[in-house]
């Protein structure tokens, strides 16, 4: 089985820390670690380094080869541009392909988020990757959602085809989309619903199969890909689009299979994310921090200059040098209109 982790997005609720030239994911965010680096390593308790493979654009790529230099270079796969996400596994697998892992499972990983514990992941992946050995299926993950939450799809469970080592593998029962919010509701509480969260497994040849069936305009330009052919051009050829667009179809067909993830699923989406994360493992000893009547703020800050909070409470503080956010915890999911207002008055340099 081989690994493919990928690093997209900048994560622009997380500015001014996160910028195009250090997004999230790549900034030292864990005990002085970045989400990637962790990712990477839990990876390594189960895969060699020749088994794991990246896939990202070139800026990224420059930043992951700084951190992690002993990735071979043929097993980073460099996206020539932003497609979506349709085209960016189709192209996983065709790199993979063309490396001649055609027949052989493969899993994406996300590096933006944590899995806790690890051992829990690298036993999912143990599964998902026997699984699909054995039925040549499509499987992504999922998880019981405890609200609503807005820009997901959402599968519903079926029939449990697999539980080895706790891990729970189901059929897909239905297909919910994200603007489908009723539905979502009418099964929200009831255990059968889970959160698509990605985590797709399968063999590239069955994946471009699937491709070949539902989306063949992205069928054939992976396939010159997979045959040497050259990679901006194919890449520019397949029209932007998500995963979904073929995945729905599999979900409809039972041609796809689920599975409830086992561990903690931890997004860092925004600063108020972060600070819960650390505050609740004990990780949050500010220095420098000097808090008169004021109590449970989070100050996050690149230089040790000192920090006065008076008479604030549940306040995020991020100090860059060139910039400074302050917001209420609660509001800081609103950070990513900072960044649009930002790109509409031209200020590139904090981008």
């Not at 994200?178 to 399968?202: D, F, P, S, V």
Request: proline residues 5%.
């Amino acid at each position: 089985m081989k690994a493919v982790i990928i690093c997209g997005g900048i994560g622009s609720k997380m500015w001014p820390m996160s910028r195009s030239s250090m997004p999230k994911h790549f900034l030292p965010l864990i005990g002085n670690k970045s989400l990637f680096e962790l990712n990477y390593e839990t990876l390594r308790k189960r895969f060699k380094v020749e088994e794991i493979f990246l896939q990202t654009n070139e800026v990224q790529a420059e930043i992951a080869r700084s951190l992690k230099p002993e990735i071979p270079e043929e097993n980073i796969f460099v996206e020539p541009e932003m497609r979506n996400q349709g085209p960016a596994t189709g192209f996983a697998a065709a790199c993979l392909i063309k490396r001649g892992f055609g027949d052989e499972p493969f899993i994406l990983v996300q590096a933006d988020v944590l899995r806790e514990p690890d051992e829990r992941f690298l036993q999912m992946i143990d599964e998902v990757g026997r699984m699909t050995d054995e039925t040549g299926k499509y499987l992504t993950g999922g998880f019981v959602p405890k609200t609503v939450v807005s820009g997901v799809d959402y599968l519903v469970k079926g029939k449990l085809v697999s539980e080895e080592n706790g891990v729970r593998i189901f059929e897909v029962a239905d297909y919910i989309d994200r603007t489908e919010e009723e539905r979502i509701k009418q099964y929200l509480g009831t255990e059968k619903l889970l959160l698509h969260a990605n985590h797709t497994t399968m063999t590239p040849n069955k994946l471009l199969e699937m491709y070949n069936k539902y989306k063949p305009e992205w069928y054939q330009p992976l396939v010159n890909i997979s045959e040497g052919g050259d990679v901006a051009k194919n890449y520019s050829d397949m029209p932007k689009g998500a995963i979904e667009e073929v995945t729905k179809n599999a979900y409809k067909n039972n041609e796809a299979l689920v599975v409830e993830l086992p561990f903690n699923w931890v997004d860092f989406g925004t600063w108020e994310s972060v600070a819960n994360y650390m505050e609740g493992k004990t990780m949050y000893t500010p220095t420098d921090l000097m808090q008169i009547d004021s109590q449970e703020n989070f100050v996050y800050r690149k230089d040790k200059k000192m920090v006065a909070l008076i008479g604030v409470k549940d306040l995020v503080v991020v100090d860059t040098g060139d910039a400074l956010l302050i917001s209420k915890k609660t509001q800081s999911g609103k950070v990513g209109q900072v960044v649009d207002k930002l790109k509409e008055a031209g200020k590139e340099e904090l981008l």
